[in-house]
C-alpha cells in the first residue's frame, strides 16, 4: 500500500487510521539472531534455478543436480514444457579433470559453453567438449589475471606482471603483446582509480578487449607516476609492514592513459589519437561489427562533457561521433550498444534530466529519440536488429517500481509489457517470444516467471519462498511518500512490527547510503532479513531517499552538484523531523545508519542534524571529500580548489560542534578505498572537543568489515541498538 502524504499537512489522523485496526495473527515463530545475522536455519528463503542464457525462441540453459549425480551440470530446457535433457555432463568430466578443477569454477567459457578456461596455482589448462581435448596451456608458476577466451575460441588472453600476453592455444605459443611493465605502469590492468570509479569492481581491473574476428586486441595502458602515493599499515606479525598504493585524491594528477590495438598476429601495437598527458579520461571502448573500428568514450577531468570517438584499428586515427555536454556532471555510457549490421548505436543519455534511449547512426546524426518523459529508463535489456525492437527496463509510473517496457527503432510502438507492482529484471530470448522475469515486491519473495512477448504468464519456473517462512512472523512493510516543505515527494520503506499499537512509542533507525543516483526505497524483497528482526524486537525500521537519489531524474541528482552534504541532509532531516511528530514515534530515539557514503551520511545526520538525530552508526566512512579519490569527488564536487566553499561545507568536521547525540564509528584499518583517515580526523576532532563516543577499530578488514569479522561488527552494532534504542541488553544466544 501507498501512502501520499499532502505537502501542508501531515495528517496524522490518516496514518493512525491505517494501522489502528486490530492486528490479529496465529501464533508464529520469532527469528533468532543466530539465524538472521549468522546464516543459521531454518532458512526462510531458497536458492532460485541458475539459468546461464537463452540458445533461441525456445530452449534456455540451467545449470542443475542431475539424479543421477551430486555434480550440478548444464541442462537444456523446454521453456514452456519443461522438458529437460543433458547439455553438458559435467560429471562425465570430474574425474577426467585434474584435482581442484571443475567446470562451475572455470575462469572463463565460450558462448556455448563448450570450451573452458582453468587456472591452477597461477597456471592456465584448457578444455574443448566438443573436440574433446584437455590440456595445459602454461608452466612457468607466475601469477595470470583475467584469462579471457577469443570470440572464436581459439586464443587467450591475459595479464601476468602487469604485462599483456596472448597464448595461440593449437599453435601452443605465448606472445607477449607489452614489455614495460613496472611498479607504475600497467597494460590491460587498470589503475585503481580506474577499476573503482569507471570500469567498476566487476571488471577485477581487466582493462583489454577482443574484437568480434579475434584478430586484434584493444587494452588500456596505465601510468600512475603523477598519482601521490598512499601508505596503508598492516599490523600483523612481529613488526608489522606497510603498504603502498597510488590513490589520487580530490585535486591530485590523474593517471596517464593510452588506449592501444594490438595485431595478434604480428604483436604490433597501434596507439589512438589520444594524448596520454591531458587532463582528461578514455574508457568504455565497442568494437564495431566489423572489426575495423573502435568506439572510445572520452570525458575531460571536469567531467561536464562526454565525447564518442571512432578510432581506425590500423592508424589510430579518431573522428568524433558524439558530444554532449551537461552544466552538471556527465555519466560513462556503460552499456553503449553498437548495432552488428552497421546502421548505428543508441545511447542511454540523461542529458534533458532524465536518462532516456537515442539512437545514432554510425556518423552521429540522430536518427530518432526512442523514449521521453518524467522517468528513467534504468537498462538497455535487449535489442533485436531483425524486428527492430528495444527492450529496457524504467521506472515510468512509479519511481520505486521497475517494469519492461519495448519499443520500435523510430520511436513507434511504445509499449509495456510486465504490469504487476513490483520490480522486474527481465532476459528476452533472441526473437522476444519468451521472457524470464526476476520478480518480486514488498509482499512477495522473489520469483522466477516465464511470459510470453505480451508479458503473459505462462508458468513459474522458481519461487524462493521456503517451505517454512509462514511459520514465522514477519513485520509489515510499507512504501509511501512525504512531501517536503518545498514540493518534492520522497519515498520512504518502512518495515513495522507485526503487532504494531499505535498507542506505543517506538524507536526510528533509518537505513541509507545516500549518494547521487543511489536508490535504497524500491517495491521489492530484500534478500536480508534484517528489517524483520529489528521490526520484531521494537524498532521502526526505514530506508529514506533523498531528492538527489534518482526518484526525480538527473534534474534532482544535479541539485545535489558542487554540495554533498547539503540537500540530500537537509531532506534526511526533514524526514526525521516528520517521524519525530508522530504519535507512535519515540522523538528521542531517533537513529541512522549507513557505511561508505551512508557513513558519511550518518555522520552529517548527527551533527549537522543534532537534536533531531540522537544515535547513529557511522561504519568506514567519508568524513571530508578532501581526502576521498578524484574521480568519484570531483565528478560531483569540482576540485577543491574550484570549490573550496563546497568542500568547507561537506566536511564532517566542520560541523562537529554541533554533535550532542551519541555514534558508534567503525573502519577497516587496510581499507584502501575510503581510508581509515577519515575516521581518525573526526575521532580527533571529537577527542579535542570532549566528546563522547564509541569507536571500534578492524585491524586487518578493508572497505567494508569481511568474515569472519562480520559477525563481530553486527553483533556489536546490534549492541549498541539495543542499548540506546531498547533500553535493555542484546544477548545474541537467546531463542
Not at 582453468?118 to 595470470?144: A, H, M, P, W
Not at 584493444?218 to 603502498?244: C, H, I, S
Not at 526505514?542 to 537537509?570: C, F, N, P, T, V
Request: hydrophobic share 35%.
Amino acid at each position: 500500500m501507498k501512502l501520499q502524504i499532502p505537502p501542508k499537512f501531515f495528517l496524522i489522523i490518516i496514518v493512525t487510521m491505517l494501522f489502528s485496526t486490530p492486528l490479529t495473527h496465529a501464533q508464529k515463530k520469532q527469528f533468532t539472531y543466530n539465524q538472521i545475522f549468522n546464516m543459521a536455519g531454518p532458512r526462510l528463503t531458497k536458492f532460485l534455478p541458475t539459468i546461464r542464457k537463452w540458445i533461441d525462441d525456445k530452449y534456455y540453459l540451467e545449470y542443475k543436480t542431475l539424479h543421477e549425480s551430486r555434480t550440478k551440470s548444464l541442462i537444456k530446457v523446454n521453456a514452456v514444457t519443461g522438458e529437460e535433457e543433458v547439455y553438458v555432463d559435467y560429471s562425465e568430466w570430474k574425474n577426467q579433470l585434474p584435482e581442484g578443477l571443475n567446470l562451475q569454477q572455470a575462469l572463463d567459457n565460450s558462448d556455448d559453453y563448450m570450451i573452458f578456461l582453468f587456472r591452477k596455482k597461477n597456471d592456465l589448462f584448457y578444455l574443448s567438449i566438443e573436440e574433446n581435448v584437455f590440456k595445459r596451456l602454461t608452466d612457468d608458476g607466475e601469477e595470470k589475471l583475467n584469462p579471457t577466451l577469443s570470440p572464436d575460441g581459439r586464443f587467450a588472453a591475459y595479464t601476468k606482471a602487469r604485462d599483456l600476453y596472448v597464448y595461440d592455444i593449437e599453435a601452443e605459443t605465448e606472445t607477449r603483446i607489452t614489455n614495460d611493465a613496472s611498479d607504475v605502469v600497467y597494460n590491460g590492468y587498470s589503475s585503481w582509480v580506474y577499476y573503482e570509479e569507471i570500469l567498476g569492481r566487476s571488471s577485477r581491473h581487466r582493462a583489454f578487449w577482443w574484437s568480434p574476428d579475434s584478430r586484434k586486441l584493444a587494452y588500456m595502458r596505465f601510468d600512475d607516476t603523477p598519482v601521490p602515493e598512499y601508505t596503508l599499515y598492516n599490523p600483523d606479525g612481529v613488526r608489522g609492514e606497510w603498504e603502498t598504493t597510488y590513490y589520487p585524491e580530490a585535486g591530485d594528477p590523474l593517471p596517464y592513459v593510452k588506449m592501444g590495438i594490438a595485431d595478434i598476429k604480428t604483436g604490433k601495437t597501434t596507439w589512438a589519437d589520444f594524448d596520454e598527458y591531458a587532463d582528461e579520461m578514455i574508457a568504455w571502448p565497442n568494437w564495431t561489427p566489423d572489426s575495423d573500428d573502435l568506439i572510445v568514450q572520452w570525458i575531460p577531468r571536469s567531467m561536464d562533457n562526454i565525447k564518442l570517438y571512432k578510432v581506425n584499428s590500423s592508424t589510430g586515427n579518431k573522428e568524433e561521433i558524439y558530444n554532449e555536454k551537461q552544466q552538471s556532471w556527465v555519466e560513462w555510457f556503460e552499456d553503449l550498444f553498437v548495432f552488428n549490421n552497421g546502421s548505428g548505436f543508441i545511447v542511454r543519455s540523461d542529458k534533458d534530466g532524465w536518462r532516456h534511449l537515442y539512437y545514432y547512426d554510425p556518423y552521429g546524426s540522430l536518427k530518432a529519440r526512442l523514449t521521453s518523459g518524467e522517468w528513467t529508463v534504468k537498462k538497455i535489456v535487449s535489442v533485436d536488429g531483425v524486428n527492430e525492437t528495444v527492450y529496457f527496463e524504467a521506472n515510468k509510473g512509479e519511481s520505486t517500481e521497475q517494469q519492461l517496457f519495448k519499443v520500435n527503432l523510430d520511436g513507434s510502438g511504445f509499449e509495456q509489457i510486465t504490469n504487476k507492482e513490483g520490480t522486474h529484471s527481465c532476459t528476452i530470448s533472441p526473437g522476444g517470444k519468451l521472457i524470464i522475469d526476476r520478480f518480486s515486491n514488498i509482499e512477495t519473495p522473489t520469483e522466477l516467471l516465464l511470459l510470453d512477448g505480451e508479458g503473459e504468464l505462462i508458468r513459474t519456473l522458481g519461487d524462493s519462498k521456503s517451505e517454512v517462512m509462514d511459520e514465522f512472523q514477519l513485520g509489515k512493510t510499507n512504501i509511501f511518500r512525504i512531501t517536503t516543505k518545498d514540493g518534492y515527494k520522497l519515498p520512504v520503506k518502512w518495515v513495522l512490527p507485526a503487532d504494531f499499537d499505535e498507542s506505543k512509542k517506538y524507536p526510528v533507525l533509518y537505513s541509507v547510503y545516500g549518494g547521487p543516483g543511489s536508490m535504497s526505497v524500491t517495491n521489492s524483497w530484500s534478500r536480508f532479513l534484517s528489517p524483520h528482526y529489528y521490526a520484531q524486537e521494537g524498532i521502526i525500521y526505514a530506508q529514506i531517499d533523498h531528492r538527489g537519489a534518482g526518484h526525480h531524474g538527473k534534474k534532482g541528482e544535479a541539485l545535489l552538484y558542487r554540495s554533498l552534504g547539503k540537500i540530500d541532509i537537509d531532506d534526511y532531516i526533514e524526514i526525521a523531523e516528520w517521524f519525530s511528530k508522530q504519535p507512535f514515534i519515540d522523538s528521542n530515539k531517533i537513529a541512522i545508519n549507513g557505511g561508505s557514503y551512508g557513513g558519511y551520511a550518518a555522520l552529517m545526520a548527527i551533527t549537522r542534524g543534532a537534536g533531531v538525530f540522537d544515535y547513529a552508526v557511522a561504519e568506514y566512512s567519508v568524513t571530508d571529500w578532501r581526502l576521498y579519490d578524484n574521480v568519484y569527488t570531483e565528478r560531483y564536487m569540482d576540485t577543491p580548489e574550484e570549490n573550496p566553499e563546497g568542500y568547507e561545507f561537506g566536511s564532517v568536521i566542520t560541523h562537529a560542534d554541533k554533535y550532542v547525540g551519541y555514534v558508534l564509528i567503525t573502519h577497516g584499518l587496510l581499507d584502501d578505498n575510503v581510508h581509515a583517515q577519515n575516521s581518525f580526523q573526526i575521532i580527533d576532532k571529537f577527542e579535542d572537543m570532549n566528546k563522547d563516543f564509541e569507536f571500534i577499530l578492524y585491524p586487518d578488514a578493508r572497505h567494508g568489515v569481511g568474515f569472519p569479522k562480520f559477525f563481530h561488527a553486527a553483533r556489536e552494532k546490534m549492541q549498541f541498538w539495543f542499548t540506546h534504542l531498547l533500553d535493555r541488553d542484546f544477548d545474541p544466544e537467546k531463542d
